[in-house]
């Protein structure tokens, strides 16, 4: 069965921090009213499956001026140990985990609230409602169990005895039997399905044997046509031979006489040919002397037409020579003016030459006014000297006193004396060097007109070297100028001969005009002449030609004779209406065989179809056994399921539930009797969930029963439900004695003392319940936070 083992809480409703170890058998928690102590009873029911008692707002769970509320709660079944954690927030989802001791470690097994909540479910293989019904009484629905409708009741006690598992066992053959049911309609209708296939193999036989007869009568058909056709067919040949036979002698017979007409033509226009040369012979007599008539007109005409030629070159000729003599003469009239400039250059030589012979007297002249004019500069350099010093004695004497050639002193009175004596001198030397100056200036000017003198002769001088250079390079032209005349004379005789001969040319196109004339209307006789003499010399070869083509012709004739004969000896032979006869006779046999053929073949065809359908078809059939045999395995299996259905409702589960709600009532009864103050004289609950009880002698309904009356009934069938419970053997008690005077309490607090359930967890404000052989733990509220203290096992100890 379920064990709660431990329960700590963080801020759940009043607990702040409380860490509670449970015992196995009873558990008594006991404590003031509003200490907390159903508070740990809804933490066991909130742990488990996240609710007790209805809904709840969240917010009420979690300790007032706190954010969050936590629960711990270790629980172990037959088999393991488990820990649910789940934390409360007041604005955030739930949190929950549930572990598994493991080898001393705990494991996660699942997450979230909802998963956890449905895991424990399977874990206790009971669904919440039921779980809390039957094992969390809390303080006002003790009485419920008793208080409810048996239906209601039967459903809970069906459920918690474990009885509704053949109920789920029941549904389950059901689904089971509703599958080999479809499965059955389905073979029976493939099973019917070979009824049809049989009739359709006998159909196909049928057909077969049809097919097979009409094939074998046209395969003998077949081979009739096919020996009238051979011998129908040779004829056809022979009469097919025999036309084209015809024909190709038509073709030949047309090809010769085309021949013959083509020969005969060749014929006619060679002998015309020849008939012509007898003309040709007239007329090249006739015409003959033309011939070299116009051979000499042409070497005239050639002749004649030299001398043309002739007579351009001569016009060149004269061209060419005028443009000559016009140079030469232009070269003359050059001639002519500088003979002219040559007699004038001559004439003034003359006067150059005598101006330009002055020029050594003049130079001479020079040079002796050169040396005059030396000598009185020389004289007037000393005349200024001596002045000079007359007048530096003469200042020497005055500052001084000193005598400048003696250097001795000079008294006073003396000094007077030689200044005196010193400016007569000045004036005497001055005079003379007036004179001097004046000699000086005249030479000079007569110097000055030497050298322009000197200066003309000197150009005369070049202007006489510079003509007479000129009047040699004009030597030339005399004699040039002779040269040119007797050219001119030469140029000009040639000019007249050339013309008077080009005069005499001038006469001859009129000749040459008369001989072409003339020529002309010899070539076309001289041309008659010429053919005429071809045609006759072709002559011979047209007649060899001739008589050979005549030979060819008399052949062609004769073969034309032959293939005309064997025409006709053949035509005897064949006769067109039969050969149409038998083309129509063959064409119709052929018809025949091809529909035949055809026929045949489609008739095969057909055959193997049937053939191969029949052999698919009866490979189907080959089913048939089995599906007959499936069908009646179904039907079998069916009826089994329907059976066992049956009897598992209407045995195995009435005859279960009435064991287990006999024991039940039994059980009830007893505790009943030991916890009433009343003498019960039956009590029992049937498996419709029907309560009887009769008390003091009396069957007294259970709604008749006085509260605590009621209550104690109520916790007579809690604890006989538990204690005959197959799976979950826990009881939550939450103040069961509270409609309960002090005699039914002791009677209570007898019963809890001397019976020994799995795990029974009581709450009460009894404090009376503190003598129980138990383990007890007071709870009490110590500045408004609820505290447990374990008290260890009282009572017994
Ligand atoms: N969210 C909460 N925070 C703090 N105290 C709470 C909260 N909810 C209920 N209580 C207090 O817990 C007490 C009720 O606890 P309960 O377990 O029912 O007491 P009792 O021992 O009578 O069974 C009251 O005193 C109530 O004021
Ligand atoms: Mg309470």
Redesign the pocket.
């Known amino acids: 069965g379920c064990m709660i083992e431990r329960l700590i809480l963080k801020d759940f ?2 607990h702040k921090d409380s860490d509670i170890k449970f015992y196995p058998s009873l558990n008594v928690f006991l ?9 740990v009873l809804e933490a066991i029911s909130f742990a488990l499956f996240g609710k007790y008692a209805g809904n709840v707002a969240k917010n ?5 001026g706190t954010k969050n509320a936590e629960i711990s709660l270790v629980f172990s079944t037959n088999l393991d140990k488990y820990k649910v954690n789940r934390k409360i927030y007041s604005k955030k989802r739930q949190e929950a985990k549930l572990l598994i001791l493991e080898e001393s470690d705990w494991k996660l097994v699942v997450e979230g609230a909802t998963a956890v909540s449905r895991s424990i479910e399977d874990l206790l293989d009971v669904d919440s409602a039921t779980f809390l019904a039957a094992t969390y009484a809390s303080q006002s629905e003790i009485k419920e169990m008793l208080e409810t409708q048996p239906g209601k009741r039967r459903e809970r006690l069906d459920k918690l005895l474990g009885i509704d598992t053949y109920e789920k066992i029941w549904n389950n053959l059901g689904d089971v039997r509703t599958v080999v049911l479809d499965e059955l309609t389905e073979a029976q209708e493939k099973a019917s399905g070979f009824a049809i296939l049989e009739r359709q193999i006998n159909n196909l036989n049928v057909h077969l044997k049809k097919n097979k007869q009409e094939l074998k009568m046209l395969k003998s058909f077949l081979r009739e046509i096919e020996g009238r056709l051979q011998p129908a067919k040779q004829q056809l040949n022979t009469l097919q031979n025999l036309e084209q036979r015809l024909g190709q002698l038509e073709t030949q017979i047309k090809g010769k006489n085309n021949e013959i007409k083509n020969f005969s033509a060749t014929l006619k226009s060679l002998k015309e040919k020849i008939e012509k040369t007898k003309a040709s012979e007239k007329a090249f007599k006739k015409n003959k002397r033309f011939i070299q008539l116009e051979k000499d007109l042409e070497q005239e005409k050639r002749l004649i037409e030299t001398v043309l030629q002739q007579k351009s070159i001569l016009e060149t000729f004269v061209k060419r020579d005028n443009d000559t003599l016009k140079e030469i003469l232009k070269r003359r009239g050059k001639v002519e003016s500088q003979l002219e400039a040559l007699s004038v250059l001559e004439s003034r030589l003359k006067t150059l030459k005598e101006e330009k012979e002055l020029l050594p007297e003049l130079k001479e002249k020079q040079a002796d006014l050169e040396k005059k004019l030396n000598e009185l500069k020389e004289e007037a350099v000393k005349a200024f000297t001596k002045i000079e010093n007359q007048k530096r004695k003469a200042e020497r004497v005055t500052e001084l006193g000193e005598c400048p050639t003696c250097l001795q002193i000079v008294p006073e009175g003396h000094k007077e004396k030689i200044r005196r004596e010193t400016g007569k001198t000045v004036i005497k030397l001055k005079t003379e060097y007036d004179v001097i100056q004046k000699a000086r200036n005249h030479v000079q000017k007569l110097m000055d007109d030497l050298k322009k003198k000197i200066e003309l002769a000197m150009v005369a001088d070049k202007k006489y070297a510079r003509a007479s250079g000129q009047i040699k390079m004009l030597k030339g032209c005399r004699e040039e100028m002779t040269e040119i005349n007797v050219r001119i004379e030469g140029i000009k005789s040639s000019i007249g001969k050339n013309r008077k001969k080009i005069n005499e040319i001038n006469e001859t196109p009129e000749t040459l005009m008369k001989v072409t004339e003339k020529l002309h209307s010899v070539s076309a006789k001289a041309e008659v002449a010429k053919k005429a003499e071809k045609q006759m010399a072709a002559k011979k070869d047209l007649e060899a030609m001739f008589l050979q083509d005549k030979g060819i012709l008399n052949d062609l004739q004769l073969q034309l004779k032959e293939l005309k004969s064997s025409f006709k000896e053949t035509a005897e032979k064949y006769d067109p209406n039969k050969h149409r006869k038998q083309v129509n006779a063959v064409e119709i046999l052929q018809k025949n065989q091809a529909k035949t053929t055809e026929g045949i073949e489609r008739l095969k065809k057909s055959i193997e179809e049937d053939v191969s359908r029949i052999k698919l078809d009866e490979k189907q059939l080959k089913e048939k056994g089995k599906a007959w045999k499936q069908v009646k395995k179904l039907k079998k299996e069916s009826a089994i399921l329907e059976i066992l259905r049956k009897s598992l409702r209407e045995v195995v589960q009435p005859v279960m539930r009435k064991n287990n709600v006999l024991k039940v009532s039994h059980v009830f009864q007893g505790f009943y009797q030991e916890l009433s103050n009343d003498n019960i004289d039956y009590a029992a609950i049937d498996e419709e969930g029907n309560i009887d009880v009769t008390r003091n002698g009396e069957p007294s309904p259970v709604n008749s029963l006085s509260g605590g009356e009621t209550t104690c009934a109520a916790l007579a069938l809690r604890l006989a439900i538990c204690s005959s419970l197959t799976k979950n053997q826990l009881l939550l008690l939450d103040e069961p004695t509270i409609h309960l005077d002090e005699l039914y309490r002791a009677k209570l607090r007898e019963f809890l003392g001397s019976h020994n359930f799995e795990q029974l967890i009581v ?1 009460t404000h009894d404090n009376t319940f503190d003598s129980l052989p138990a383990h007890i733990f007071k ?1 009490e ?1 110590r500045r408004g936070k ?1 505290v447990v203290s374990s008290y260890g096992f009282e009572g017994g100890a």
């Open positions: 409703k009043s404590g003031e009213v509003g200490a907390g102590k159903t508070s009420e769970l979690i300790r007032r709450v709870v509220k609820s």
